[in-house]
């Protein structure tokens, strides 16, 4: 038996549910938000949450667009960020060194991407 198919029989049908309800919750948010698109070469889109201070950013990379979470990010931040002329610029020597990220899984279809 592998570790993965163990680990979630270990699990109860409640811990179960709560991990499923917390992954269809997060990739909902993602589906569903509004995201503001910007003219960049570098920067796909932008989206945030201002109650969780939670920034969204799609980027170009290699033909195909990954989306980051940033987290704990002011809004004076996210002001100055949409407000700079070069938002690759802003995104480079800023947010990606001062705010904590994880990649999210992006939607793309029907196909899951990590």
Same mark, same amino acid.
């Given at each position: 038996?592998?570790?993965?198919?163990? /680990? $979630?029989?270990?699990? =109860?049908?409640?811990?179960?549910?709560? #991990?499923?309800?917390?992954? #269809?919750?997060?990739?909902?948010?993602? +589906?569903?938000?509004?995201? $503001?698109?910007?003219? *960049? =070469?570098?920067?796909?889109?932008? *989206?945030?949450?201002? =109650? $969780?201070?939670?920034?969204?950013?799609?980027?170009? =990379?290699?033909? $195909?667009?990954?989306?980051?979470?940033? #987290?704990?990010?002011?809004?004076? #931040? +996210?002001?100055?960020?949409? /407000?700079?002329?070069?938002?690759?610029?802003?995104?480079?020597?800023?947010i990606k060194?001062?705010?904590?990220?994880?990649?999210?899984?992006?939607?793309?279809?029907?196909?899951?991407? +990590?």
């Open positions: 038996m592998n570790w993965y198919k163990k /680990a $979630t029989l270990e699990l =109860s049908r409640e811990e179960r549910d709560k #991990i499923n309800d917390d992954f #269809i919750k997060e990739l909902s948010e993602e +589906y569903l938000k509004v995201w $503001t698109p910007i003219d *960049s =070469s570098f920067i796909h889109g932008v *989206s945030y949450n201002e =109650s $969780t201070k939670i920034l969204r950013v799609k980027i170009r =990379s290699q033909g $195909t667009i990954k989306t980051y979470k940033f #987290i704990n990010v002011p809004k004076n #931040i +996210y002001d100055n960020f949409m /407000a700079a002329p070069s938002k690759g610029n802003f995104f480079n020597n800023i060194r001062r705010f904590d990220n994880t990649r999210v899984a992006d939607y793309n279809g029907s196909v899951l991407r +990590y």
